[in-house]
């Protein structure tokens, strides 16, 4: 017997974590089920970066370098952001560049420590930014050969004496499945090979622990889930036992020993700082630090629990639909979003989209819920079951004004 | 005779460039010579980030990459620096990433423009984190190595059949002299090489005319004179005639051809998208956009003219004084700052600011004074020299406070 709407919202108003939707500002008429590619605005953003804007940089300008703290915000959000998500102690983690970028520095870092080994492994279904950086850092580490994973779990196969590194997603872009982080770096470090994994799609989905899961680096994403804004700067963590010896490309002056010493040689800083390259982009972090204030206000193995349940939940309510889950339904293999399989996902995702219920679109044939406990209710899951429910029963998605024209994460 | 403060302000009320300074939001009691590390901040920007806050990301949420343009932002605020500022047909600027970034990315793509020319030539003085991308660079591609020049002055005895690339800063950050673009690049390509240019210091303090002068590549920075906001992402610019054979080694899912068909491998983009390479910093971007809406009110030919009558103005006005000038008095060598030498001073630079006129200084004994047309006038430079003459006059700078601590670009 499936939930009615009256018991999820009974369910809602018993949830302390339900007071925090009033933390964000979304807007009327909408069901938003995309926080997996950007993140809502928390209401303190805007008010937050208006302090930045015209009272750091307007009235201090220069200045604000020291007297705000600018130069130490990389380091700062980082060691926020580890200590309340990842699980890492202090010192691991710096907030800056892009994704892609960070990817570029911690998988070169990577393959300088285990010298003489080849293989970069990495998912064929990664997220195509992994698998071109990962291309394009091969081509510059001559030796270096990418091979391409069927999935995580072929991984024992090819893990051998020339595997240096292995790139793995701990939650998949597509299916939402979650990998055991702790039990797959154990592996690959039996292996004597290095891990690296992608956060995109856990971090602020659930609880990480680098530290304890043994990982070497990580990158993430601060505008999905973390909620830090369009574009927002990414982060990377550096295991504290390779930060003696990790040495990354992207060698720019904020990653310097002596940055204001101005010498013509180039040396690393201390500590997870070598990651840095240029100036740190500050209203992109001050955004992010606003979001991070919201984070702080939950618990995040409760923001796990009801995770799990509003997953569960739509894929309860949605089990009769003309559509193929491709979520696990093992709450240890989930993320934070469902994928439901459907031949004109498409045109099914755009058809939700025009009245209101925002997911997207992942080609060929997914369509993607995220389900984000900070601002959504078992209330929402079950008006998002109902829309979609509607709109296969309806045939609306056939219209010819939800053909496909390009989409985004 | 040297103008009295008087015939300043007389020549300041006649000046249509005056009125600008309304558009900026300067605090009281400060006079600012620093624009050439931290651009102010303009009156329109945090109304125009609030918009892009609050309705597009706010209330458009994931819609707005679509429907507010965000996927074109890097090549539309591109086109418009371009065309304002730099000199570049439509196409060939992207605004992306740091300036580090960027330069790895040019620099890498240039050096694979001309294999088998092992040299990669750099001023031995050019602003550090050129030298450390440039040498972080060269570790990934066997057989380049940096060389290193004593001044671009002896650049022809370097440009031999073995130089690749070279990289030039249009205004030195110390001295704040100014190279000949066009003549220097000439001499480049009759060497068989290609022409990198570090426009940091030129970008919003002269008109540049990249296309005219047959640039290859170049990087600068969007946070100094262009007034972008701390840590504002910088630009890029890519020679059309290069664009189809170039191959950046950043190569991430923004810079792919068709980047939402998630193909596993990479191939680039057409023209100079094929730069980019993580999601752009959608709210680092709206402030530079408020900012070049401003520069749109300038007649950039204005601006040198009145640039060069401030820096020439304090030149004078400091001629007297027991201070060493630096920066080349000929306006064609001359940037928008000018460097004093002293033996203490940092010190002295402190003592200025303490009274409130901020200028900043560069180990181990330059003083720099950005001079900004947009909001200095010449009475601004009158008092900076007199707030220069009284401090050196009175040794307040020996005072324990002003003793050397750490200083920010």
């Given amino acids: 017997m499936t939930p009615t709407r009256e018991q999820c919202a009974a369910r809602d108003a018993a949830d302390p974590l339900h007071a925090l939707r009033a933390e964000f500002d979304l807007p009327a008429g909408v069901l938003y089920l995309d926080g997996n590619s950007l993140g809502a605005l928390p209401r303190r953003t805007p008010g937050h970066l208006a302090k930045v804007v015209e009272g750091e940089w307007g009235a201090g300008l220069i200045r604000s370098w020291n007297d705000a703290g600018w130069f130490h915000q990389p380091g700062r959000l980082g060691d926020r952001l580890g200590a309340h998500l990842l699980g890492a102690a202090p010192g691991q983690v710096v907030v800056c560049d892009s994704t892609s970028v960070n990817l570029f520095k911690v998988l070169g870092a990577a393959l300088r420590l285990r010298p003489g080994r080849p293989a970069l492994l990495v998912e064929r279904h990664a997220f195509p930014t992994d698998l071109y950086i990962a291309d394009g850092l091969s081509g510059l580490h001559p030796g ?79 505008y999905k889930y973390l909620n830090g804004g369009p574009g927002a700067p990414a982060f990377l963590y550096a295991a504290a036992r390779h930060q003696a010896d990790a040495r990354q490309p992207l060698t720019g002056w904020f990653g310097h020993a002596r940055q204001f010493d101005f010498e013509p040689g180039y040396r690393p800083a201390e500590g997870v700082t070598r990651f840095l390259t240029g100036t740190p982009p500050v209203l992109g972090l001050a955004a992010l630090e606003a979001a991070l204030e919201v984070w702080e206000l939950a618990d995040p193995a409760a923001v796990r629990l009801k995770s799990l349940e509003l997953t569960d939940l739509f894929l309860e309510l949605t089990a009769d639909l003309d559509v193929e889950p491709v979520t696990p339904r093992e709450p240890a293999r989930r993320g934070s979003q469902v994928a439901l399989r459907h031949p004109d996902g498409h045109a099914v995702v755009q058809a939700l989209i025009a009245r209101g219920v925002i997911g997207d679109f992942r080609a060929p044939d997914l369509m993607r819920f995220g389900f984000t406990p900070l601002y959504l209710s078992r209330a929402d899951v079950h008006d998002a079951a109902t829309a979609l429910r509607e709109v296969l029963a309806s045939g609306e998605w056939r219209a010819e004004r939800f053909a496909r024209r390009g989409d985004v994460t």
């Avoid at 990418?146 to 299916?175: N, Q």
């Avoid at 154990?186 to 304890?212: F, K, S, Y």
């Fill in 144 to 222: 270096t050969r990418p091979v391409l994973l069927d999935s995580a779990a072929r991984l024992d196969a090819a893990l051998d004496s020339e595997a240096a590194v292995v790139l793995l997603s701990h939650v998949d872009y597509r299916t939402g499945e979650l990998l055991d982080m702790a039990a797959v770096t154990e592996r690959i470090h039996a292996a004597g090979a290095l891990a690296v994994w992608d956060l995109c799609h856990t971090a602020g989905a659930l609880p990480i622990h680098l530290d304890a899961a043994g990982v070497d680096f990580a990158v993430g994403c601060g």
